[in-house]
């Protein structure tokens, strides 16, 4: 009976029939998703993966569009089957939430592991539970020691002097436009790299060379990302054959281990002959549970390099960039920072510091400087007493 009923609707309807029908279920079912819904558009089958290639050339300004119509919080899902679906959100009370009072219900998960393990491997951005902690233990305790406050204060402070405003000087002398936030990223990865690691990698020299390693490290996190936007079909097709993004992303992957790697090599030597205030130095001193040995493998030590530079680059040189742009379109409120640091430092013993703030405020409030050394010596000793005192 089953047989004769398909028989019978076969020779009724015909592909182009079943054809339609599925299409005009498709767009009900989009329609209904577009009326229904505030976020960003969840196609049938696909998710959000056709609108995110549709965006794709302004992402940030799309994904901020669609936080502002839902209220700072919205849900999305990709391909079926795929595994894909979560929320993003910028709301505060969520965040917290997350981070901070129910931070061991918000594992990392399979899912994203899987996507970051060949950049990430075991380090602390692809880690969860007793690995996390492990990690997170073995860092805040060495960055909390005074030697390693104080090296990262004078590393901070050379790089600002000696390479920082050499280059804006540099700029200005040329009356050329600059891309503030590539010269910003330029700064907080030299810092990055000095303060963890005790190297210098050059990222910051006026004629603003390139970088194997920084441009590596680039490719390899915008590579890594490309996997959370297409089915896992699709990437892990891809790194099987080794074409495409999967063969750019193995590339930049081996350079930056390589960079890991020497770097854990030429520390470990250089601990052997001098005491160095490193990060990357500290935690090779660390003792296991029964005194006798080094605590961490070469294995773990270069996650910690990986996961550190991805920690301290994009994060800082970003919140720089907005911080400058925000500045410039609200002179009132740069007046009412310099008037606090005016109260902060006016309160200190040193009366030089205090001369040398005023002199400086006067030229800031008005728009010019009598001369580049007199702003780099003023401000050093005001950054070091900020620090220090209002740690700001």
């Not at 794709?56 to 919080?73: K, M, Q």
């Not at 281990?257 to 205030?277: L, M, P």
């Amino acid at each position: 009976m089953i047989n004769n009923l398909a028989l019978s609707l076969a020779k009724v309807l015909r592909f182009s029939d079943v054809a339609v029908a599925l299409f005009s279920l498709f767009l009900f079912t989009a329609l209904l998703q577009r009326l229904t819904k505030k976020g960003p558009m969840l196609w049938p089958v696909m998710g959000i993966v056709p609108t995110l290639f549709f965006h794709i050339h302004h992402i940030f300004d799309w994904v901020t569009d669609c936080l502002i119509r839902c209220g700072g919080t919205f849900h999305y899902r990709g391909m079926w089957m795929a595994g894909s679906h979560g929320i993003v959100t910028v709301d505060p009370s969520n965040i917290e939430y997350m981070l901070k009072t129910r931070f061991i219900n918000f594992p990392k998960g399979q899912y994203y592991r899987e996507r970051f393990s060949d950049l990430l491997r075991g380090g602390i951005f692809n880690s969860d539970d007793d690995k996390w902690k492990e990690q997170r233990r073995a860092a805040t305790s060495e960055m909390h020691s005074t030697s390693f406050v104080e090296y990262s204060l004078e590393t901070a402070r050379d790089l600002v002097h000696q390479k920082l405003l050499k280059l804006i000087d540099e700029h200005v002398a040329s009356g050329k436009a600059v891309d503030l936030q590539d010269v910003l990223l330029r700064f907080t990865f030299d810092n990055i790299c000095m303060v963890a690691f005790g190297v210098d990698t050059g990222c910051l020299a006026v004629h603003h060379p390139d970088i194997p390693f920084a441009r590596a490290f680039e490719q390899a996190t915008e590579l890594t990302l490309w996997r959370f936007m297409v089915p896992p079909f699709v990437w892990k097709t891809t790194r099987f054959f080794r074409v495409g993004p999967e063969r750019r992303l193995e590339e930049a992957v081996r350079t930056v281990r390589e960079f890991a790697s020497k770097t854990v090599a030429d520390r470990r030597i250089g601990c052997r002959f001098t005491d160095r205030s490193d990060l990357l130095s500290r935690l090779m001193k660390v003792p296991d549970e029964q005194g006798k040995a080094e605590k961490f493998s070469e294995a773990y030590l270069e996650d910690f390099c990986i996961s550190f530079i991805l920690a301290g680059r994009d994060t800082s040189s970003v919140a720089l960039a907005w911080f400058f742009w925000l500045i410039y379109n609200h002179p009132h409120v740069e007046i009412r920072i310099l008037e606090e640091i005016n109260g902060i430092v006016t309160q200190q013993p040193n009366s030089d510091s205090k001369a040398d703030y005023h002199a400086l405020h006067e030229k800031w409030v008005v728009g010019h400087f009598q001369t580049q050394d007199q702003i780099n010596d003023s401000m050093t000793r005001n950054y070091v007493s900020l620090k220090r005192k209002a740690q700001l």
